[in-house]
């Protein structure tokens, strides 16, 4: 597996649920058909299910992800849910109880345990007192955590991300807008080095973005494994700007 193998979550859908879903969907597939390797799924809310299960031609399956309305119990109602043309692959529930993240994630791993063990699941970890607890039982229990990358405050994604990598958690990072994601992926690489807060914070900076295509080509094989068994999956609602700034770099060659 190479870094960019089935990284991609395209999280059009979901940053913009009142879009036409079937102009996402026919992008969705054409991005798909010419960049197969690259794209893991469809992100939708639940509640979009049977709507892109009736724009999907017949004979066709779309792999999604599903972000559950209803927490637990959102996530308890998928097992064993069949909607045609779609495949769950993953499913994406958020910890909800901010007074109690170690009981929340206590109940999302008990609703994970229903589903079937194809499916991937990455919960949602908010930042509030109890968080890391929530992060030693998401682990215990064999699921992904998920950061959103897209916060102001670049100091508490730094945290959590290094706490993260410390507990050996894999991780969903879903990052709008994407205009430093592979920084982010320079700073996640760091970190599983070794580096300082102050370190890695100073990555983050516009400048070090500037620098980043000498970085991606001196990644090796052994290099690209190691940020890959962390980061699992990147979501984004600019995926053609992505494949667009990788094509750039000269990790994507254009169809």
């Known amino acids: 597996m190479s870094l960019f193998d089935g990284l991609l979550d395209d999280e059009a859908l979901v940053s913009h649920p009142q879009s036409q879903v079937a102009a996402t969907l026919a992008d969705h597939r054409e991005l798909r058909s010419a ?20 724009q999907i031609p017949t004979g066709v399956t779309v792999q999604v992800s599903v972000i559950p309305t209803g927490g637990a119990g959102g996530l308890l109602a998928l097992a064993g ?26 109940r999302v791993a008990s609703a994970a ?21 929530a992060v030693e039982l998401i682990e215990a229990a064999g699921l992904y955590g998920k950061v959103d990358a897209g916060v102001a405050d670049s100091s ?6 290094s706490i ?65 068994r962390r980061v699992r999956r990147l979501g984004t609602d600019q995926v053609r700007n992505v494949i667009n700034e990788l094509v750039a770099h000269g990790v994507l060659s254009a169809p």
């Not at 197969?36 to 809310?45: T, Y």
């Open 164 to 228: 993260l990598i410390e507990a050996d958690l894999p991780f969903k990072i879903t990052n709008r807008p994407q205009s430093n994601w592979l920084t982010l992926l320079r700073v996640i690489d760091a970190l599983i080095d070794g580096a300082s807060h102050d370190d890695a914070a100073e990555l983050m900076g516009p400048r070090s973005h500037d620098q980043i295509g000498p970085v991606l080509a001196a990644w090796d094989e052994k290099a690209q494994l190691r940020i890959r």
């Open 81 to 106: 849910r069949s909607v045609p043309g779609i495949d769950i692959v993953a499913a994406e529930p958020a910890l909800r109880d901010l007074d109690d993240l170690a009981g929340s994630a206590a």
């Open 156 to 161: 508490r994604t730094l945290e959590q991300l």
């Open 35 to 54: 960049y197969e390797n690259l794209l893991a799924s469809l992100v939708v809310a639940d509640t979009q299910l049977t709507a892109l299960s009736r």
């Open 113 to 133: 345990a229903q589903l079937v063990p194809e499916i991937d699941v990455f919960v949602g970890l908010p930042h509030g007192p109890g968080w890391q607890g």
